[in-house]
């Protein structure tokens, strides 16, 4: 099961606003049909929390590359 949030709701959880949002990280970083859905026959955006969450956790490890080709996860 999905939950589905509108620009506000989704900017209040992760602190930016819904036009920073629907104007930045929207076809930037979240994907249609990934991480939003547009409503059939409406303009209006639904993001799906779970996968922005999810990406969110996977992406938080820094990594250093190093230069025989490894990397340092610090």
Not at 51 to 60: E, K, W
């Amino acid at each position: 099961m999905n939950t589905f949030m509108t620009a506000k709701q989704l900017g209040q959880m992760l602190n930016y606003t819904p036009r920073h949002i629907n104007e930045y990280l929207k076809d930037r970083i979240f994907f249609e049909g990934e991480h939003y859905i547009r409503l059939p026959g409406s303009r209006k955006i639904l993001y799906i929390w779970e996968t922005i969450a999810a990406d969110l956790v996977s992406n938080s490890t820094a990594t250093i590359p190093m230069a025989n080709g490894g990397a340092c996860h610090g």
